[in-house]
């Protein structure tokens, strides 16, 4: 990864959680639980890399991308090439364990791999697309103008937070946090109610002068 150039992995992580991209991306933390292990068997075959043609697609696993301008890389999962009287075209598709989940998080991830592949082959990409391990399907992606401009905030804001070099302090939130594998590492409960108690303390030296 080039220095100036953030993952494309990181974006999904911002969104989710900034704290959760700082801890893995600045700290160079990481923990393992049930959910990441499954998301990792998953991705064993796409992370091969490897370039097959079936019924007129090609289709290339583990594919690096870039965009200089952007400051983004990263490796795409699946990237398959649909040819028509045009050439070819590429169609990005990502690996995710689990449902569709009720947030954009993926969204943006598939989103910032065609800005790099629309970058990296002068093409405009419309769809992409996710496939989730427990229905076995895809889920097609729209790159729409409020996609992409959702991209690019969480872009700029995880550039912010890489300048920045620090680690967001921890907000607890039950249905975010206890899914999380760094849940042990991050104490959101614990840290959370420290950091309640200093701006109580703080408040109390401001009103006493």
């Known amino acids: 990864m080039e220095p100036d150039r953030i993952p494309i992995s990181a974006l999904q992580h911002f969104f989710y959680c900034p704290r959760q991209c700082a801890l893995i991306h600045i700290e160079r933390q990481w ?37 200089a301008e952007l400051g983004i890389a990263g490796v795409a999962d699946v990237v398959e090439f649909h040819a028509d009287e045009n050439g070819e075209h590429p169609y990005p598709v990502e690996y995710k364990r689990g449902k569709p989940k009720t947030h954009q998080a993926d969204e943006v991830q598939l989103c910032a791999q065609a800005l790099c592949l ?36 969480v872009i700029n804001g995880t550039h912010k937070l890489f300048s920045s070099e620090q680690t967001p302090l921890a907000t607890y939130e039950a249905k975010r946090c206890d899914a999380c594998s760094l849940l042990d590492l991050c104490q959101p409960r614990l840290l959370a109610r420290a950091n309640n108690v200093n701006a109580w303390l703080m408040r109390q030296i401001r009103d006493e002068d």
Request: charged share 30%; hydrophobic share 35%; no cysteine.
């Open 31 to 67: 923990a393992e639980n049930r959910q990441t292990a499954e998301g990792r068997l998953l991705h064993e075959r796409a992370d091969n890399p490897m370039i097959e043609r079936r019924h007129g697609v090609r289709t290339v696993t583990a594919m690096p991308l870039s965009d």
């Open 118 to 153: 629309e970058r990296m082959f002068g093409q405009s990409i419309e769809e992409g697309a996710l496939f989730y391990g427990t229905p076995r399907r895809r889920t097609l992606v729209t790159f729409d103008a409020a996609l992409r401009q959702l991209t690019l905030e």
